[in-house]
């Protein structure tokens, strides 16, 4: 382990989370190689690559559903402490560190309601609201109270992303598009500080991914919140992103503002193959 | 006639000609008079009997099978028909035959003596009801088809549509039957049918109403199949027998402790099993459930092994004893209301407790639907990866989920042991748990009436099928099958959503369900 004093950054405000040296294996798969690089807040950090870089094996170690094998991922949200996310249970990961997160396939409780989908996400507020059920089978006032506001919570949520009108409807009823809107919705209703978005663009159209990209801006922007967010929908990545990472067989080949990105002869490759000598 | 009915009939007309209908019909009926014909042979056909009280021997029942090759293949050539398009004799027969069967042997099930004189093909009467039933299929159908002609492929938006609309006729039954059952059962007994008989199975059905519903909590909302369910009332029954036989608790001093024990037993087997899902969650429920069986019949020392525990103190009228006449120092219940003593006295005051008992199981039900840890397990259900990202414990909410419907089992074992006197390990065997799980599945996963209803049908058919004798158990299955052939998602499936933001909608009346 790393002492304390490696954990700073190198300059500036401390980093929002902070990859360090993170490598993944599964067997002789690696999936990550020895990667490192940082997210801030009030920025929208883009992770792109081929298909098979290594962008949802990212996502799955800093959420939680992966036990990195080797590296660190510190997050540092202002004003709550200081979190070593490759130590702590999947779970908690959203319950204490407040990192929420979208699925690449949509993984919405469909047989619930729109609303219902959004209470389920405050489930830790609520549940000590209801003092762990008990007091909230006698419905004392304080419980009441407590989810009458998780419920404006949701509809502020749900007016943003404009499906205020399908809150009673089963979740699962839904337009492909409103789907993928709930679920940013149902992460955000989480109160996060960091929120990653797994190709939340996929298969919308361009009306609907342009909806998006104002969505995130106006989340990163109003609640100072960090995005992370992996897509392939370039149009998407370089109009919002403020930060690029770029991988390419589970290694980081570029890192930086989307101009620079643009240009980068190693992205370039990486996308469209490299010249064959004749 | 419809449009699409026409097009049908252009279609399979222009195909093959009529007389192709027939024979394609033929052949089916040729087919299924060949498996009847081998099904029953041996299950109707011979019946074992002793003979002289020593030996084994059989009689024979050709005339049955006779009949079940004649009548069932003729059933199927109009089904047949019917799919082809010629809806008319599958309609006229379908009619015919029901009313020929289902009267003539209803006539017979009411005991009158004018049904010796009708010519049925069946002596027993019940059965000839059965065949008047299959005729009613064969005449439902055949309506059906007729009335939504072409709509046999249906798109994936019509199967929706026609789902939701089935979702709203279940949920407006309920909303209808739940106040009615609820207030039938409270009056029943004193109105002149509610002799004490009825009311003894009633206590029956109703025990497994709270069963039912307490594994709803597990099965229906948390998605956990437990088939070890009968452990957790055994446990219940068991803490009660012991703790009155030994240490002379009474039946309300112990039933709280039933309900603890049970949901500490319920956490106990939760944690081994936490990370397993589907059907190596049901298996190792299932050994769990004969786990207590057996250690129930080898811990001689403590449950008495086979033999059980007996002479548990019956129930009191919150301390005042329904017996003839009281030990000393104490007042009867007769006594208390200067009643003149009847022992008809406990058998209503318990059913009114396991009435009591199962709408608290239910109001309890429906109220942690409503709260966080409620939605935390039909979130569970749902999708367990996306309640990890959301920061939900699925270890804590699988447990409270087990914890809470073993303690209401645990409640209803208390209760079962107070009533019989007498527990043994051979009350709690597997086929329990399979009732119960038949109950949560047949009436509709996570529909209270839907259980309630089920339970009535499960457990009172075959109270009121016993004149059939050897074909009840057939007839009981029969009526399964066609349920889940009926309703595949169960009697009255339907979900209310536990918060609604349009609050002008009716929520009272799902709520009630």
Redesign the interface.
């Known amino acids: 382990m790393v002492g304390e004093a490696a954990l700073m950054p190198e300059a500036g405000a401390p980093a929002l989370l902070t990859v360090e040296h993170l490598t993944m294996r599964f067997g002789g798969l690696t999936a990550i190689d020895d990667v490192t690089f940082t997210a801030q807040n009030r920025q929208i950090t883009g992770v792109i690559g081929p298909n098979g870089a290594g962008k949802t094996t990212l996502f799955n170690c800093i959420t939680g559903f992966y036990k990195p094998t080797v590296g660190r991922l510190t997050l540092q949200a202002p004003n709550r402490p200081t979190y070593l996310l490759e130590q702590m249970e999947g779970f908690k990961i959203g319950q204490q560190a407040h990192v929420a997160r979208t699925f690449q396939n949509i993984r919405l409780f469909t047989g619930m309601s729109v609303l219902e989908n959004l209470m389920v996400a405050q489930h830790n507020k609520l549940m000590k609201a209801s003092g762990m059920t008990f007091l909230g089978l006698f419905g004392v006032p304080s419980y009441n109270r407590a989810e009458r506001e998780a419920r404006d919570l949701a509809v502020h949520w749900l007016e943003r992303v404009n499906l205020k009108h399908l809150a009673d409807e089963p979740a699962g009823s839904l337009p492909y598009g409103a789907q993928r809107r709930l679920e940013i919705a149902r992460a955000m209703c989480t109160d996060p500080v960091l929120l990653c978005l797994d190709e939340p663009a996929a298969g919308l159209n361009p009306r609907e991914s342009g909806e998006l990209n104002a969505l995130l801006r106006s989340i990163r922007d109003d609640l100072g919140i960090g995005v992370l967010l992996i897509e392939h929908d370039m149009s998407v990545v370089m109009q919002i992103c403020d930060h690029i990472v770029v991988l390419d067989y589970g290694r980081k080949i570029a890192d930086g503002v989307p101009a620079e990105i643009r240009a980068d002869p190693a992205v370039i490759r990486a996308y469209l193959g490299e010249e064959e000598a004749e | 006639m419809t449009d699409a009915t026409l097009n049908r009939t252009a279609q399979t007309g222009s195909a093959a000609k009529s007389p192709s209908i027939i024979g394609v019909a033929l052949k089916e009926a040729a087919l299924t008079a060949v498996i009847v014909f081998l099904m029953s042979l041996l299950m109707v056909g011979f019946q074992t009997q002793a003979v002289q009280g020593q030996y084994l021997g059989y009689v024979t029942r050709y005339s049955d099978v006779f009949w079940a090759v004649i009548i069932i293949p003729a059933g199927r050539f109009v089904m047949a028909l019917d799919r082809q398009g010629k809806t008319m004799p599958a309609v006229i027969v379908g009619a015919l035959a029901f009313i020929y069967f289902f009267i003539g042997g209803a006539l017979g099930v009411l005991e009158l003596p004018i049904y010796k004189s009708i010519p049925l093909p069946y002596e027993q009467p019940m059965v000839n009801v059965i065949f008047g039933l299959g005729a009613l299929y064969i005449l439902g159908t055949a309506l059906k088809s007729n009335l939504s002609a072409g709509q046999r492929r249906q798109t994936l938006e019509q199967r929706?549509a026609a789902e939701a609309k089935s979702a709203k006729i279940a949920r407006n039954i309920s909303s209808i039957l739940g106040p009615i059952l609820v207030i039938g059962a409270v009056v029943l007994p004193m109105t002149p049918w509610g002799d004490r008989q009825l009311v003894d199975s009633l206590i029956l059905v109703l025990t497994y109403v709270m069963l039912g519903w307490g594994l709803n909590i597990v099965v229906g909302l948390a998605g956990l199949l437990d088939l070890g369910y009968v452990a957790f009332y055994a446990v219940g029954a068991y803490t009660y027998g012991k703790l009155s036989t030994e240490l002379g608790f009474s039946f309300w001093e112990s039933l709280p402790l039933a309900g603890i024990m049970a949901a500490s037993f319920g956490i106990c087997l939760g944690f081994p099993v936490l990370r397993l899902r589907g059907d190596y969650l049901a298996i190792v429920t299932l050994g769990f459930g004969e786990m207590i069986r057996i250690v129930l019949i080898n811990w001689q020392v403590f449950t008495g092994g086979p033999n059980g525990i007996g002479q548990i103190t019956k129930i009191t009228f919150f301390g005042y004893p329904f017996e003839r006449s009281a030990p000393e120092g104490t007042t009867t219940f007769a006594q208390l209301f200067g009643l003149p003593f009847s022992s008809a006295h406990r058998v209503y005051f318990l059913y009114y407790v396991i009435l009591v008992l199962a709408l608290i199981t239910n109001f309890?039900t429906m109220?942690?639907r409503r709260?966080?840890?409620g939605?935390?397990w039909?979130?569970l259900r749902?999708?367990e990866?996306?309640?990890?990202?959301?920061?939900?414990?699925?270890t804590n909410t699988k447990l409270?989920a087990f914890a809470m419907g073993a303690m209401f089992a645990g409640f209803a074992g208390s209760f079962f042991a107070t009533r019989q006197g007498f527990i043994s390990p051979e009350s709690f065997t597997f086929i329990e748990s399979a009732v119960i799980l038949a109950i949560v599945v047949l009436g509709g996963m996570g529909s209270q009436v839907g259980v309630a209803l089920a339970a009535i049908l499960l457990i009172g058919l075959p109270e009121a099928l016993r004149q059939l004798e050897l074909y009840r158990m057939l007839a009981f299955g029969g009526s399964m099958v066609l349920i889940m052939l009926w309703r595949p998602k169960g009697l009255l499936a339907h979900?209310a959503?536990?918060?609604?933001?349009?609050k002008h909608?009716k929520t009272k009346a799902a709520g009630a369900a």
């Open positions: 929706e309890v109220r942690l709260l966080p840890i939605r935390a039909e979130a749902e999708d990866t996306a309640c990890r990202a959301l920061g939900i414990n699925p409270t979900r959503p536990t918060i609604l933001l349009n909608k």
